[in-house]
């Protein structure tokens, strides 16, 4: 093994380890709860058996921190509507101000921004998965549209090339928007009515599904001229040579011609995975909870700026993870050069 | 056990790239067993009219036999004769080509170039076709080297991968468009070796060739093509020391003069 490996997984165990007893220190929500002022606690107590409640207590476990809230409707006498406090390493903070009203802040948001404690339809568990759907069945759809371009057929190969030419030619907003709004108006049906969940529930699954549509339909578009050109890149003689051996055009581009271009693929489609990523951030417009989603709720009904540090470092966080990952396939399909 | 006269046969076949005449109806029979060189300068359509026999190009017009069974009857650029697909595919798997650049499958190892074809096409059995592929590639020399990539081979090395792959499919013709014309002067023994071997074994060879010694040495007939025609056409004593045509005497005078 190389020496780098080597001190890459030393590093890693060490970070896990790190980890892992910070962890085990934490202290336990029931410390957490008992840490609020003896006014919270007796309203609390007070309204424990009643179905209105005034007082709202937030409990996020974040890794090896934790973080509670808790937030009155009915103002003090003091004015003092709201405590929070940071567990760290075994002992609980007051993040009234300073520094760890910051860290509170920070481990808040990203406990938010994530989709912790949500279903997979929010946060970045929403944007990982319907990034890596679309690019997916984007990617597949795009092998037959790119075929099809350069089919010898011209009815064929018009029709992809107008499909091409129309989904990189229009706004990607207003294609959700024709696949969220426009088709059930036109087919009368609902898309939240495709799905026997809670309404909530339906409506999340729903807009999804809609999304994926709407986005693998444009992503096959962008693949699609990927695609192609990595095919069209191929030396001629390849294929020749393939017609030769007595191998069928099927044959000759599943077992030829794309297993080659396929390498050359990978780099443009990490780009286009990349936009797609951030494009994702659409999903706002047909009531989705993405990472852009959450960070501009909060902004606007928290008047909090730092909601932004998080966002845009979990987007760095995801970029890199899996432009890492599309390195390490580039580097395994190029065994043979 | 043969049934048939010629094992390929060709009558008045004809190409046009646009308003340029490559091949002016050409006639040529081969009969099993012979080894024809073509030579000629550069421009003649040696290589296009060997392309043609493989239908790498569509030929404006013409028939061709392979065992005097029609392959590809075309006039005007239009097929007029239908073949069943079936008999075609058997009479195109009949021949097998190898290339000037080699265009071996560079995502492939050695042993799955060569395995490749009949696996899919022959659907012979992975194990029986590994068996065969290891036996061709211990032919050409090649059997230490059955798991690199090509990638990995020198240039001689390469065409003589591509030769076995060729001969996996059991070709009863093999066809060679400049074989050795890509490949560094020391390499290109190697490759003639090889197919010296495979014609003795009894093999029926067309070869595209500026090998001027090879041809000497290993051809039955040796045919001369100059602006789209067979300008001469003999034995191999006859074209070289004794050329009856003023095309043949211009271009054996400026080869050996070069050499």
């Known amino acids: 093994m190389e020496k780098k490996t080597k001190a890459a997984i030393i590093a890693i165990v060490l970070i896990v380890i790190a980890w892992a007893a910070l962890a085990a220190a934490k202290p336990s929500k029931e410390v957490m709860m008992s840490k609020c002022s003896p006014e919270i606690q007796k309203q609390i107590e007070a309204e424990k058996n009643s179905t209105r409640k005034r007082i709202t207590v937030t409990y996020n476990s974040l890794g090896f921190i934790n973080y509670c809230a808790f937030s009155s409707s009915s103002k003090n006498a003091d004015g003092a509507s709201k405590e929070v406090y940071v567990g760290f390493a075994g002992k609980v903070y007051s993040a009234k101000e300073g520094p760890a009203k910051f860290v509170s802040q920070m481990v808040n948001y990203t406990y938010r921004m994530l989709g912790c404690g949500e279903n997979v339809f929010h946060g970045a568990k929403l944007t990982i998965l319907l990034t890596t759907l679309t690019v997916l069945i984007g990617f597949i759809l795009s092998i037959f549209l790119a075929l099809g371009k350069i089919s010898k057929n011209v009815i064929i190969s018009k029709l992809c090339g107008a499909y091409i030419f129309f989904f990189r030619g229009t706004p990607l907003l207003i294609q959700l928007f024709v696949v969220y709004f426009a088709i059930p108006g036109v087919f009368g049906f609902a898309w939240k009515d495709l799905f026997s969940a809670p309404d909530t529930e339906a409506v999340y699954m729903g807009a999804f599904v809609a999304a994926l549509i709407a986005f693998s339909l444009n992503s096959a578009a962008y693949c699609a001229e990927i695609v192609r050109a990595a095919i069209q890149s191929i030396d001629k003689g390849q294929n020749e040579a393939a017609r030769a051996l007595g191998l069928t055009y099927g044959q000759t581009m599943r077992k030829v011609i794309i297993p080659q271009s396929v390498r050359r693929m990978i780099p443009p489609i990490c780009n286009e995975f990349i936009m797609i990523l951030k494009d994702a951030s659409l999903v706002f417009a047909i009531s989705l909870m993405d990472i852009t989603t959450i960070s501009k709720n909060i902004m606007t009904n928290e008047l909090s700026y730092m909601v932004f540090i998080p966002a845009l470092i979990i987007y760095l966080i995801i970029t890199a993870f899996f432009t890492f990952i599309f390195n390490k396939i580039e580097k395994k399909l190029s065994v043979y050069e | ?259």
Do not use: W
Not at chain 2, 173 to 192: K, Q, R, Y
Not at chain 2, 233 to 239: A, F, H, R
């Open chain 2, 1 to 259: 056990m043969k049934d048939y006269e010629y094992i390929i046969k060709t009558e008045g076949v004809s190409k046009h790239f646009g308003k340029l005449e490559v091949l002016k109806n050409i006639d040529l029979s081969v009969k099993k067993g012979e080894v024809v060189c073509i030579i000629g300068p550069s421009g003649a359509g040696k290589s296009t009219f060997l392309r043609s026999l493989n239908q790498l190009e569509k030929i404006t017009s013409g028939k061709i036999y392979i065992k005097d069974e029609l392959l590809l009857h075309r006039e005007h650029d239009k097929t007029v004769e239908k073949i069943s697909p079936d008999r075609h595919k058997a009479l195109m798997l009949e021949m097998g080509m190898v290339f000037q650049r080699f265009n071996l499958f560079p995502h492939l190892t050695v042993l799955e170039n060569v395995m490749l074809a009949p696996v899919n096409v022959k659907k012979v059995p992975a194990e029986q076709a590994k068996k065969e592929a290891e036996e061709l590639l211990d032919k050409v020399g090649l059997l230490s080297k059955v798991d690199e990539y090509p990638s990995k081979l020198s240039g001689g090395q390469q065409q003589r991968v591509a030769i076995a792959r060729a001969l996996a499919m059991k070709p009863e013709i093999m066809l060679f468009d400049e074989p050795t014309s890509a490949l560094d002067p020391e390499l290109v023994g190697e490759v003639l070796q090889v197919m010296k071997d495979l014609a003795n074994g009894g093999m029926t060879m067309i070869v595209v060739t500026h090998e001027m010694g090879f041809a000497r040495e290993v051809a039955d007939r040796v045919l001369l093509m100059a602006d789209g025609i067979i300008a001469e056409q003999g034995s191999p004593d006859q074209i070289f020391d004794n050329p009856q045509n003023d095309r043949t005497k211009s271009f054996l005078k400026s080869v050996l003069n070069a050499n």
